[in-house]
T-cell receptor, first 113, second 109 residues
Framework: DTAVSQTPKYLVTQMGNDKSIKCEQN?????MYWYKQDSKKFLKIMFS???????INETVPNRFSPKSPDKAHLNLHINSLELGDSAVYFC????????????FGEGSRLTVL | GQNIDQPTEMTATEGAIVQINCTYQ??????LFWYQQHAGEAPTFLSY??LDGLEETGRFSSFLSRSKGYSYLLLKELQMKDSASYLC??????????WGAGTKLIIKP
């Protein structure tokens, strides 16, 4: 069983289009995240949800909108895609423990042409 | 500002030992993590240090000195499958993770 799964794994689209990435975790974790990893490999936090409530919303364009229908799901919708949005987007989850390590999904590679 | 520094790339030989350093300047400290990321894959958790000293898990060990803002990841008996990027991350006073850019480790036969 995949702990954190996200779909699709690959996304190729034109500038100006709208796309969504879905994420589900079956670990029973309370917190879920969206990260962006660019070509320089920096992992940048975009959003964090705890029990369906937004707790981090880093400075990202409002073209990006997260939605959490329940604590096991955190989807990412992107409007009016731009070239600079090309990156790998990782979903992750964690539990409130001493370490609280992250469990990552496999990533969704978005290419905007 | 908050900052995590680690070397961009290191090369080591199969069977040898390699130490990957990480220095950090953050607003507060609530633990340091090491993650491994193979090319094209997701990061996976390796270790967590919150107190000074050495934590060992199999061939991998992680060391922390909070007073120096310093950690290292030690990999012993290197195998070809250890070729990957190693990411250092620190939880700050708000429990937010600050990430380094990662160290790409190349293992040669």
């Amino acid at each position: 069983d995949t702990a954190v799964s996200q779909t699709p794994k690959y996304l190729v689209t034109q500038m100006g289009n709208d796309k969504s990435i879905k994420c589900e975790q079956n670990l029973g974790h309370d917190t879920m995240y969206w990260y962006k990893q660019d070509s320089k490999k920096f992992l940048k936090i975009m959003f964090s949800y705890n029990n369906k409530e937004l707790i981090i919303n880093e400075t990202v364009p409002n073209r990006f909108s997260p939605k959490s229908p329940d604590k096991a799901h955190l989807n990412l919708h992107i409007n009016s895609l731009e070239l600079g949005d090309s990156a790998v987007y990782f979903c992750a989850s964690s539990q409130v423990t001493v370490s609280g390590e992250l469990f990552f999904g496999e990533g969704s590679r978005l290419t905007v042409l | 500002g908050q900052n995590i520094d680690q070397p961009t790339e290191m090369t080591a030989t199969e069977g040898a030992i390699v130490q990957i350093n990480c220095t950090y300047q953050t607003s507060g400290f609530n633990g340091l993590f090491w993650y491994q990321q193979h090319a094209g894959e997701a990061p996976t958790f390796l270790s967590y240090n919150v107190l000074d000293g050495l934590e060992e898990t199999g061939r991998f060990s992680s060391f922390l000195s909070r007073s120096k803002g310093y950690s290292y990841l030690l990999l012993k008996e290197l195998q070809m499958k250890d070729s990957a990027s190693y990411l250092c991350a620190v939880k700050d006073s708000n429990y937010q993770l600050i990430w380094g850019a990662g160290t790409k480790l190349i293992i040669k036969p």
